[in-house]
Nanobody
């Protein structure tokens, strides 16, 4: 049974920072391709960042240079460090396997 639990969302002012965390059970992040997705007010779910099992990262153009995805294999935890946040980053952020076979409950990020 795979379970993904996100945390770390909140409300910040533009230019601020947040770090999202995702703890996994029933899955080893160092054996899986994982991503952070977000769903904004338009209800479209977009891939923001991905981290392949072998370490390659991907970032959407909209967050490149501002967001950093990482993982702690010992803690089986993923992170998304978000800097220089913009109002357009406002969304529910989901930790998920790439392809969305498994995803968490989401955490709200609001940037004003």
């Amino acid at each position: 049974h795979v379970q993904l639990v996100e945390s770390g969302g909140g409300s910040v002012q533009a230019g601020g920072s947040l770090t999202l965390s995702c703890v996994g059970s029933g899955i080893s992040f160092d054996d899986a391709d994982m991503g952070w997705y977000r769903q904004g007010s338009g209800n479209d779910c977009k891939l923001v960042s991905a981290l392949a099992s072998y370490g390659t990262t991907y970032y959407a153009d909209s967050v490149k240079g501002r967001f950093t995805m990482s993982r702690d294999n010992a803690e089986n935890t993923l992170y998304l460090q978000m800097n220089s946040l913009k109002p357009e980053d406002t969304a529910v952020y989901y930790c998920a396997t790439v392809g969305l076979a498994y995803w968490g409950q989401g955490t709200q990020v609001t940037v004003s």
